[in-house]
């Protein structure tokens, strides 16, 4: 069974482009996940999907962020405009649970966005 | 607010037990996970924990949970040097599957 996987695994941009990070779920997985990694600091969740519905998007920093799972299969996450603060580890991870009990999310391996 | 936090970094001879420690400051956190990443790769789920137990022991790995000082700890056993990566511990709570996550203890296992 195929992992969670992640487009591009690098990405290197300048202040005030835009970038699009994919993320392909476990097949079958409902649940998708954006966290990110900043400066080596403490990994911070960004916003849940339930199949193609937000369930929380609290994480979010602000509106240049965008995240979209159409169809409920693979997510992207846009930025734009890109910031220099935005550099980090972003990475994905799904999940099958559909009620109650403990959620194990599989990690994707991340995807390193640099913002000159 | 929720707050994760351990050690940055923890240095052991192989063959050595580990001991990554770890404090929160939710109390309603129900369950609480232990991470690891190792370079270039993703985040490896390696055990969790339910709040209402204090201990749970998986092979080399052993979970402690002081739920009254909110301490949780991962012990390694005989340490080796595929063990070298970043753990991170995680939490989340009822309502919020979201994980809220400690900012890693890289461990080094020398020969």
């Known amino acids: 069974e195929a992992g969670v996987t992640q487009f591009p695994s690098h990405s290197v941009i300048e202040k005030g482009q835009t970038v699009t990070l994919r993320c392909d779920p476990i097949?079958?997985?409902?649940?998708l996940y954006w966290y990110r990694r900043v400066m080596g600091k403490e990994i911070k969740f960004l916003l849940h999907?339930?199949?193609?519905?937000?369930?929380?998007e609290s994480g979010m920093p602000n509106n240049r962020f965008l995240a979209e799972r159409t169809g409920g299969t693979y997510s992207t996450l846009k930025v734009q405009p890109a910031e220099l603060e935005d550099s980090g580890v972003y990475f994905c991870?799904?999940?099958?649970?559909?009620?109650?009990?403990?959620?194990?999310?599989?990690f994707g391996p991340g995807t390193r966005l640099t913002v000159l | 607010g929720e707050d994760v936090e351990q050690s940055l970094f923890l240095s052991v001879r192989e063959g050595d037990s580990s001991v990554i420690n770890c404090t929160y400051t939710?109390?309603?956190?129900?369950?609480l996970y232990w991470y690891k990443q190792e370079p270039g790769a993703g985040l490896q789920l390696l055990t969790y924990?339910?709040?209402?137990?204090d201990m749970k022991q998986d092979q080399r790995l052993t979970v402690l949970l002081n739920k009254k000082d909110k301490h949780l700890s991962l012990r390694i056993a005989d340490t080796q040097t595929g063990d070298s990566a970043i753990y991170f511990c995680?939490?989340?709570?009822?309502?919020?599957?979201?994980?809220?996550f400690g900012s890693g203890t890289r461990l080094q296992v020398q020969p």
């Open positions: 991870a799904s999940s099958p649970l559909k009620g109650g009990g403990t959620d194990t999310q599989y």
């Open positions: 097949s079958g997985h409902d649940n």
């Open positions: 999907f339930v199949k193609e519905s937000k369930q929380d």
């Open positions: 939710d109390s309603s956190s129900t369950y």
């Open positions: 924990i339910f709040s209402n137990m």
């Open positions: 995680a939490e989340t709570h009822t309502g919020r599957r979201a994980l809220t």
